[in-house]
């Protein structure tokens, strides 16, 4: 069925030569808009200074990382070969090494993004399961993965972020809360900035 899958895919492909450049930009730079908004929701916590979703958006490309460095004794153990060198006459359009292919790396983060960007924020979060999905099926209509490699790797990206949730708010938020209180207070609080540059301008000022 995996197989099946895939050849449906990359039949879909090879008669739509017009998305080809579309879903091989966003089989390699799709995740950067997980990033923008992970920066974006970063700012908006910043603005709003809440501590709880600071911690999620910390905690975000944290579990990120940490699902991705699990995946890895994974794709060793399992060992699939990627469907262009399994199968012939694949239509690939992007290069990519001759590695495991299961669990998807890039899926595993997407689903790690998407989900800690849910916790933080609904209104992104959902924006960002959307990127994640597409992400996701740019990489088998480039013709690197299988469908079974992104979908294992949405979930176990989206598994870690979830899990880990619980643990990394307790203390994201008092970590967060020291921050406050720390040279780099701006950092996590746009309160903190403002007041940080009133104080300086007082003291120049006096002096």
Known sequence: MNRHGFRDINDFARHTSWLHGFFADWATYGILLLAALLLIGWWQARRDAS??????????????LLAVAINQPIVHAVNERRPFVAMPHVLTLVHHAADAGFPSDHATASGALAVGLIIASRRLGWLAALIAIVIAFSRVYAGVHYPGDVLAGLLLGGAVALVGTIPALWFGERAVLALRRSPIA???????????????RESQLVS
């Not at 501590?51 to 990120?64: D, E, F, G, K, N």
């Not at 950092?187 to 007041?195: F, G, I, P, Q, Y």
């Open 51 to 64: 501590p709880r979703r600071m911690a999620a958006l910390l905690w975000t490309p944290v579990a990120a």
């Open 186 to 200: 701006p950092v996590v609080s746009a309160a903190a900035a403002r007041d940080a540059a009133e104080e300086d």
